[in-house]
């Protein structure tokens, strides 16, 4: 049993911690497992025990064993511990395989900790372009979700926008601009965006998940949880997406260890890269205050952008009870922040004094490649500075290099908050 191959397998909970209603222990009996393609190295068996520390007088220099924190099954103690589960995966999309992911495993991922718009509009010939933010779809305009991202081929690249209005006499605008090449009857493609709630579906998500963690001789499961952070980053172009949840309990079960299970992939879809594809920021400040009558916009300024980064991170409160062995019934989403960093190679002198103009911009990261089920795209609809642009990095032998790196600020220029209308933070996957 010396062989640790190992593989993660997700399910999307029916209700928070699986508990059975009968016994108030986790049965997963109803649910069906997807295995992951994540790598294998940040796979291990979860969890620390919970236990109260016995510190009683005694008569010696000995100790006392601790008290586990736990519930009583059938006259004896069940195990129990807490703590996070994470893993590391790249964002390939699931292509023509499926209209929305759904039962796919990154719409589990990402829904325990967003919730999630679908675009009615999957794939759209445009009718008429009146200019680089508004335009007359085919289909009826009410398809394109407001706050959802969209994204067309445009001389080769995949760029990408935002919905903010949908019904202005049948015509859609979007922020920020699209490129000059923006003409003609070119298509759009619809995307699947996922965003924290804010207004009235603050701390809101989509779902809890429980985790199974599969080898040679063990296995292990993960009820309860929910998305503590999402951290996106480069590997030589391609995105890869680090995942934590906090569990609210974690159990071995190595009795019924089956062995690795085989991961199921989105054959179909491609990985996000970092190729072929803009980072822009928007050319004037968004909305802000109060609620749009008229949608943003906004014009475009393409950055020379080498890297990027995105963290995502939610503060999870647990909201405690006694009644089960979770010692709570759910985790709630007391805040989230966003920290976006750009590593500009060629500085963009039109930024330096945002900082200290307190300037607020829209701010998107596209990525190729672009098609039927394919691309991604993050955005920051009113980003804000929180360092100095204008502090060159020259510290290296080579190039001047520029640092932006924004948070995620309040925005108002969608003219709906329904939806992903005005949400801070966007992460779209192409369906």
Known sequence: ????????????????????????????????????PCERDPIVIYGDVVVSERNDARDGSFGIAPEPDTVWSAGARVRRRTGQVQLRVDLTTIGTAADTYASNYLGYLLGAGFLTNVSTMKSDALSAITNVNTFTPTTTSTNYSIGGLIGASLNGRAEYSAVTDNDLSGDVTVSPAFSSAFTGTPTVRGMQTWFPGSRTLTGDRTHSLTFRVDGVGFRSFAYGCVLESVALSLDNGRVMADFTYQAALIQ??????????????????????????????????????????????????????????????????????????LAMKDMEISDVAVELSLTVSDPNTTINSDFFNRTSRQVLVGCGP??????????????????????????????????????????????????????????????
């Open 1 to 36: 049993m010396g062989v640790t191959h190992r593989s993660l397998s997700v399910a999307v909970e029916s209700s928070f911690g699986s508990l059975s209603s009968s016994t108030g222990l986790p049965d997963v009996s109803g649910l069906t497992y997807v295995s992951i």
């Open 252 to 325: 071995d079960d190595h009795e019924n260890a089956v062995g690795p299970i085989e991961a199921t992939y989105n054959d179909s879809g491609a990985p996000a890269l970092f190729r072929g594809s803009y980072v822009v920021v928007s050319s004037a400040a968004p909305q802000t205050a109060g609620t749009a009558t008229t949608g943003d916009t906004l014009g475009r300024i393409a950055l020379d952008v080498e890297d990027f980064s995105l963290t995502i991170t939610n503060t999870l409160t647990p909201v405690g009870h006694s009644n089960s062995i």
């Open 370 to 431: 672009i098609g039927d089920g394919l691309g991604a795209a993050f955005m920051l609809p009113a980003a804000y500075l929180t360092a100095d642009p204008s502090k060159y990095d020259v510290s290296g032998n080579d190039i001047t290099r520029q640092t932006l790196t924004y948070a995620a600020g309040r925005f108002a220029g969608d003219v709906s908050n329904s939806g992903a209308g005005n949400s801070p933070v966007r992460i779209a996957l192409g369906v």
